[in-house]
């Protein structure tokens, strides 16, 4: 059997069964002569399990009697006692030195198991003093089985109270009462059956509250444990406590930790990894070569992280950590990579872009970014992209630019800018979109805005210039058909000044004209004079540039004949009689109707206003007679 040993705060005398006082033990006990000889020494051998038999003869009741050597006080006794098949009574008298009942006849103390079955029962009475003889008489009418006898001449102490379980392992347990204060104890046993604990201590005396750790017990297994008190006198019933030992605990190493991960910092990285279970600590382990071989960099690491100091910048480590208990260590846990790094600064501002659109190309200009270290130079041909970088190595730290050449012309690009340092790139800037074109050559244009005109009817031809930069001075010549248009002048347009003499040289007409002002540069397309016509004659006429030059205020230049632009009208109109040509009937209606509105004609087969202005006068006349001339189908009266 395994041996279980105390470690008390308080110490024990502890044996099984009961125990009579000290001068009990000196008593003589008797069979009565009507008995058949059995013996009953055995019932205060201290072994509540054996047990002697009362039989009932007839006529005689069986009765035991207990003599001691000189007279003792008693005030309580205890009995167990009983039939396993019926009910069971007994009574005990209690004689003086002279042989007389002194226990107070009907009062005697009377010891009943109502039912069939063994029963335990202490009885406390009034002292009863000068006892010299005790008769324990069988009233059942059937044998009784007497297990135990204990009569005190003093009080025997009450059972300690809140007897309980404190805590337990798979070999311990703590227990824990509070000692009774009726009597003077002498000791307290805790006892399980079959098991004997002795000690002659008792430095417990007049403590109430208590605790013992019982050591040795087998794992998983159930005890009963008993507590009683003790004093001179005797030992109370006692209480009981059972419990069950916790299972041998798991001796198999712990899991691997998980959840490693790892956050680096400027010459350090902290790990951190998730708590496993039944671990004593941790052990964290190092390498540069992933996979390992690892380095025990910290062992015995109490919580679920640690700070790896020693570092260096900008080297990568590759880290596991391991749990420990007292039944060994895990394997590795996941691995981690980190690479510690110096601060890094702040991303910069973004940049503020521009751009002007080339033959070809974009060029992109915006301003420096505070801290920046490059740009990025990204590009769409949709509007707020997506876009795609073109180039990320543009720096500058004052004004930065670049031209993307990889462009087509007559396509519309969108473009951003984004600036960049070790902390990071910025925003995009604002978008701007720029479309390549291939170069416009200079040209001076004439503008007619009519494509048509009656005879007589007096147009505009507007000279202009068109694709040219800051040009403040122009020197150039038109002809106009003189045989379908008469010249009427120019009209001057604002911040342009004529400053030659134009004379019109049979249909042919030099201009000098000059800005008047920085505000009258022309640049793209610009109308600088506008010539007044009137057309005179049936046909398509036409006023074409012949020469031109033009300056800036850096250089001059010719523009060469494809670049000198011209302008056509047709002129025409109906005879009066509208039968296709003149003749001297057209000039007969007109003299009918003259002085008069045209519209007194009958408009709907005259045309009589041949000049246009409403009236029927000579200058109808004149016209009609100029196209009679003209018309070569009209015989002349020679």
Not at 161 to 185: C, G, I, M, R, Y
Request: hydrophobic letters at 35%.
């Amino acid at each position: 059997m395994k041996k279980i040993w105390f470690m008390f705060v308080l110490v024990f005398f502890a044996f099984q069964g009961s125990v009579f006082a000290a001068d009990i033990d000196t008593a003589t006990l008797v069979n009565n002569t009507a008995g058949s000889g059995t013996t009953v020494l055995n019932i205060r051998d201290g072994d509540l399990e054996t047990f002697s038999v009362i039989g009932v003869p007839a006529p005689t009741y069986r009765y035991i009697t207990i003599t001691f050597p000189s007279p003792i006080d008693i005030d309580s006794a205890f009995m167990k006692f009983g039939n396993s098949n019926n009910p069971t009574n007994l009574i005990m008298t209690m004689y003086n030195a002279a042989g007389a009942g002194i226990s107070g006849g009907s009062q005697d103390p009377m010891f009943t198991q109502n039912v069939a079955g063994n029963k335990s029962e202490q009885k406390t009475f009034p002292k009863i003093v000068g006892v010299k003889r005790i008769d324990l008489y069988n009233y059942s009418g059937v044998p009784a089985n007497i297990y135990e006898v204990k009569i005190n001449n003093a009080k025997v102490p009450i059972d300690p109270s809140n007897f309980q379980l404190v805590s337990k392992t798979f070999e311990s347990a703590v227990v824990s009462w509070t000692n009774p204060t009726d009597v003077d104890l002498t000791t307290v046993k805790i006892y399980n059956p079959g098991l004997v604990h002795t000690s002659t201590e008792s430095s417990f005396v007049g403590v109430s509250g208590r605790t013992a750790t019982i050591n040795g017990l087998a794992a998983d297994t159930n005890y009963t444990f008993r507590i009683t008190a003790l004093n001179s006198f005797g030992e109370s019933i006692g209480k009981t406590l059972s419990f069950k030992t916790d299972p041998l605990p798991d001796t198999t190493p712990p899991n691997a930790p998980n959840g490693l991960s790892a956050v680096p910092a400027d010459g350090n990285v902290i790990l951190n990894w998730t708590i496993s279970t039944e671990v004593t600590s941790y052990n964290v382990k190092r390498s540069t070569t992933a996979g390992g071989p690892y380095t025990t960099i910290a062992s015995s690491v109490a919580g679920s992280s640690y700070n790896d100091s020693a570092v260096t910048n900008g080297t990568t480590y590759y880290y596991v950590v391991t749990a420990i208990n007292a039944y060994g260590e895990s394997s590795n846990s996941n691995e981690v990579s980190t690479t510690p790094q110096a601060p890094l600064p702040p991303a910069p501002t973004a940049p503020a872009l521009s751009g002007l659109a080339g033959n070809l190309q974009n060029i992109l200009t915006w301003t420096a970014s505070l801290g920046a270290t490059s740009y990025d130079v990204k590009r769409s041909t949709t509007p707020t992209g997506p876009y795609t970088t073109i180039t990320s190595s543009v720096y500058s730290n004052v004004y930065s630019t670049y031209t993307d050449t990889s462009v087509v012309n007559g396509t519309t690009y969108y473009y951003v800018v984004s600036a960049s340092n070790a902390g990071g790139s910025s925003v995009n800037s604002n978008e701007v979109s720029l479309k390549p074109q291939a170069p416009l050559e200079p040209a001076l244009n004439i503008v007619i805005a009519e494509e048509k005109v009656k005879v007589g009817q007096e147009f505009t031809a507007n000279v202009e210039l068109k694709d040219v930069t800051n040009i403040y001075a122009e020197d150039f010549t038109v002809k106009y058909d003189n045989t379908k248009f008469d010249y009427l002048g120019f009209e001057a347009v604002t911040g342009f000044q004529i400053y030659n003499q134009s004379t019109d040289q049979n249909g042919t007409l030099r201009f000098i004209i000059a800005s008047q002002g920085v505000n009258y540069g022309i640049t793209g397309e610009k109308t600088f004079v506008k010539l007044k016509l009137r057309a005179k004659a049936v046909g398509v006429g036409k006023v074409d540039a012949l020469k031109c030059r033009i300056a800036d205020i850096d250089h001059e230049f010719d523009l060469g004949d494809p670049s000198c632009g011209e302008d056509t009208v047709t002129v025409e109109n109906q005879d009066v009689n509208r039968n296709g040509e003149y003749t001297l009937l057209d000039l007969a209606i007109d003299g009918y109707y003259y002085g008069q509105l045209a519209s007194n004609a009958n408009p709907a087969i005259y045309t009589a206003d041949q000049a246009g202005d409403e009236y029927v006068n000579n200058d109808d006349l004149i016209f009609i007679v100029k196209q009679m001339l003209l018309n070569t189908n009209y015989a002349p009266n020679l």
